[in-house]
């Protein structure tokens, strides 16, 4: 601690989001979350700094012990001329070993998949808030969408009476 200065107050840190993962929202049942930490080269940062990056396609993998961020994709940082990264390299992420632990012997036992949901930065730290999923049927998307459109249609007959 520099003196000077207290402990940090983690709480209000601003928060600015970067990027979504919707279809994950669609595709899974999200059953428990928890927020990481994401292990980034300095023109990663640049470029989410921009915006630039999906996480459509990417999933969170469970090897020796750690966690690894595995096709999300950070686009190449226009004015870094030949000390460029690779778009859609792994990423390590970054959380606490028992936490990690837990998380992994879930996956291993019940079949479940860890997906990124959220990738923003708090304060000056770029954070990525995974989910611990069960993959949906295709019949249970129809059931939501149907469900979700009901309630719509109820909500606009309550207006115009």
Same mark, same amino acid.
């Not at 993962?21 to 595709?27: E, S, T, V, W």
């Not at 030949?82 to 959380?95: E, F, M, Q």
């Not at 998380?103 to 479940?112: A, P, R, V, Y």
């Not at 129809?142 to 009476?161: F, K, L, M």
């Given at each position: 601690?520099?003196?000077?200065?207290?402990?940090?107050?983690?709480?209000? %840190?601003?928060?600015?989001?970067?990027?979504?993962?919707?279809?994950?929202?669609?595709?899974?049942?999200? #059953?428990?979350?928890?927020?990481?930490?994401?292990? #980034?080269?300095?023109?990663?940062?640049?470029? $989410?700094?921009?915006?630039?990056?999906? $996480?459509?396609?990417?999933?969170?993998?469970?090897?020796?012990?750690? #966690?690894?961020?595995?096709?999300?994709?950070?686009?190449?940082?226009?004015?870094?001329a030949? +000390?460029?990264?690779?778009?859609?390299?792994?990423?390590? #992420?970054?959380?606490r070993? %028992?936490?990690?632990?837990?998380?992994?012997?879930?996956?291993?036992?019940?079949?479940?998949?860890?997906?990124? $949901?959220?990738?923003?930065?708090?304060?000056?730290?770029a954070k990525l808030?995974?989910? $611990?999923?069960?993959?949906?049927?295709r019949?249970?998307?129809?059931?939501?969408?149907?469900?979700?459109?009901? %309630?719509? +249609?109820?909500?606009? +007959?309550?207006?115009?009476?």
């Open positions: 601690m520099s003196p000077g200065r207290g402990p940090v107050n983690h709480s209000e %840190r601003p928060i600015q989001p970067i990027a979504e993962n919707r279809r994950a929202r669609r595709d899974y049942e999200i #059953l428990d979350r928890m927020e990481v930490g994401i292990s #980034l080269l300095g023109t990663e940062v640049k470029t $989410l700094r921009e915006g630039k990056v999906s $996480l459509a396609e990417s999933f969170v993998k469970f090897q020796d012990g750690e #966690l690894w961020l595995e096709g999300a994709h950070i686009e190449e940082f226009v004015q870094a030949g +000390a460029n990264h690779d778009p859609i390299r792994s990423r390590k #992420l970054l959380a070993k %028992r936490e990690i632990a837990r998380w992994g012997q879930k996956t291993k036992e019940k079949g479940l998949t860890m997906i990124p $949901l959220n990738l923003y930065f708090s304060g000056r730290h808030e995974i989910g $611990l999923c069960r993959g949906r049927k019949h249970d998307k129809r059931q939501r969408v149907r469900d979700r459109e009901d %309630r719509r +249609a109820i909500r606009g +007959a309550g207006r115009r009476s």
